[in-house]
């Protein structure tokens, strides 16, 4: 009689929540104390669409329905949909598919290969710093410009403009041409970016540093930055200068000190649920 009455209770408080809207993403565990959705929990959760998960003194797992793995480091707080996490503060771990994002400070972080591996961290003054362990990850800011493909070996920091507008861009690449147009690949961020000037066939294949203003191309419903090029430095084979890029209102940059292990965990191991 018991057990009829506990699985009546789970059916109405499952019916409950659908009839709110809230539909169950996945699961969290943490080996010590944890916030879901403002609750204190010891052990073991469930997880909502827009559940706030914050952890103190341990890291927390967090599985959802899709496959997707996360890693929420101690000090870290985030909220979970069912397609996306929203990092407020500290670092997470993610292994994911292109059909997930996570978000930090204006800065999208989307798998571009299948179960990448990477580290999205939030540090002083906002920054977001982003290394990828397997896979490789693509950078867009919240108009879907492309700012960077972070590959393993080459994480980057990530950090947006007051107001997100795009302000005066010095780029390092080379230069290229497609079909009469032209085009600088970031050797730091290994973004391919369309230029527009003057005499941008003389630096066909050079290494060359470009400073310009940038726009924003929309076609078939992908955003590429394209930048108006005011002066062009050919630079010497063998000298060339680590520069923050400034594109469509974030700055980019080689990450130094990335953390990349979350897996110091509180020992405590009493299993609990909401």
Known sequence: MLK?????????????????????????????????????????????DGSVVETGEATADLRLNKGTKIMLAT?????????????????????????????????????????????????????????????????TNDQGVLLASVRPGLPLSFAMQAGGTASTTTVQGTISEVNGHFYLTDSTTKVRYEVTGSNLGKALGKTVKVTGTTTTSTAGGVSTAVIAVTSTQVLVAGVFTTTAVVIAGATAAAATGLGVGLYEVNKTTSPASR
């Open 75 to 139: 000090s870290s707080r985030g909220t979970l949909y069912s397609d996306r996490l929203v990092l407020q503060q500290g670092e997470s771990e993610l292994t994911a598919n292109s059909s997930f994002q996570l978000q930090a400070n204006g800065v999208r972080v989307t798998p571009s290969e299948p179960n990448s591996h990477g580290v999205v961290s939030m540090t002083s003054g906002n920054t977001v710093e982003v290394a990828a362990l397997t896979g490789s990850f693509g950078i």
């Open 4 to 48: 009829k009455l506990q699985v009546a209770f789970l059916i109405c408080t499952l019916l409950s929540y659908a009839q709110a809207g809230t539909v169950v993403i996945g699961t969290a565990s943490a080996r010590g104390d944890m916030r879901v959705d403002s609750y204190m929990v010891k052990g073991n959760a469930t997880l909502f």
